[in-house]
């Protein structure tokens, strides 16, 4: 079945360092990918979004690209903020579903 | 975007109890979905609900345990029933956001309600 794959955290870094967190997935047919965050004590936040490969999502300095060829659709920031401080979903919704799957979560710690 | 509230946010129950969970959306939408969130985990998928009929539940989740209410467009209802200490979790209902992915899919979650069962 469908699953999706995240580094495991926490990831600690200091503000403004470059952040990736990576995710890979296993699918049939082409899945449209997602990061979603979740803030402490909140629900989850669409982040960014990707539909087919090589499109890329981008939204609050964050972007992923749509990688078909290694299965990946990593996170990426140039320079965080404490604020950033979140846990972050990798997710996949495959064609003609509606069915989410969720990695299993990445928290970030950003030290001002 | 949709907008959802979720209530309560929180909330502290008696094992054995039950405890129902809402979600008002402020725009009509075909399906609602309820996950559940364990401790330090990711979101597992309880069930899918449309209104109209009754709740499709994943494998792993019964009617008895996790009854749905969907008596209209923009609201739902989970009940967890018959409450144990395993069953605290974050509780969040989520729709489809077609508005702002532009006709690809994407998801709106409530706020989540934060169960702790004693």
């Known amino acids: 079945g469908d699953s999706v794959t995240q580094m495991e955290g926490p990831v600690t870094l200091s503000e403004e360092a470059f952040l990736t967190i990576n995710c890979t997935y296993t699918?049939?047919?082409?899945?449209?990918l997602f990061w979603y965050v979740q803030y402490p004590g909140e629900g989850l936040q669409l982040l960014l979004k990707?539909?087919?490969?090589?499109d890329k999502g981008s939204n609050k300095g964050f972007e992923a690209t749509y990688r078909k060829e290694t299965t990946s659709f990593h996170l990426e920031k140039g320079s965080v903020q404490v604020s950033d401080s979140a846990v972050y979903f990798c997710?996949?919704?495959?064609?003609?579903?509606?069915?989410?799957?969720f990695g299993a979560g990445t928290r970030l710690f950003v030290k001002a | 975007s949709a907008v959802i509230s979720q209530k309560p946010s929180r909330d502290i129950c008696q094992r054995g109890t039950s405890l129902t969970i809402q979600c008002q959306v402020d725009?009509?939408?075909?399906?609602m979905f309820w996950y559940r969130q364990q401790p330090g985990q990711s979101l597992t998928l309880i069930a899918t609900?449309?209104?109209?009929?009754?709740?499709?539940?994943e494998s792993g989740f019964v009617i008895d345990k996790f009854p749905i209410s969907r008596p209209n467009l923009t609201f739902s209802t989970l009940t967890v029933s018959n409450m144990s200490p395993e069953d605290s979790s974050i509780y969040l209902c989520?729709?489809?956001?077609?508005?702002?992915?532009?006709?690809?899919?994407?998801?709106?979650f409530g706020s989540g309600t934060r169960l702790t069962v004693v």
């Open positions: 990707a539909t087919k490969a090589d």
């Open positions: 609900a449309n209104q109209g009929s009754e709740a499709t539940y």
């Open positions: 699918a049939t047919g082409y899945p449209s």
């Open positions: 989520s729709v489809e956001d077609r508005g702002r992915v532009s006709g690809s899919y994407g998801y709106t």
């Open positions: 997710a996949l919704t495959n064609t003609g579903g509606f069915k989410t799957i």
């Open positions: 725009s009509q939408v075909t399906m």
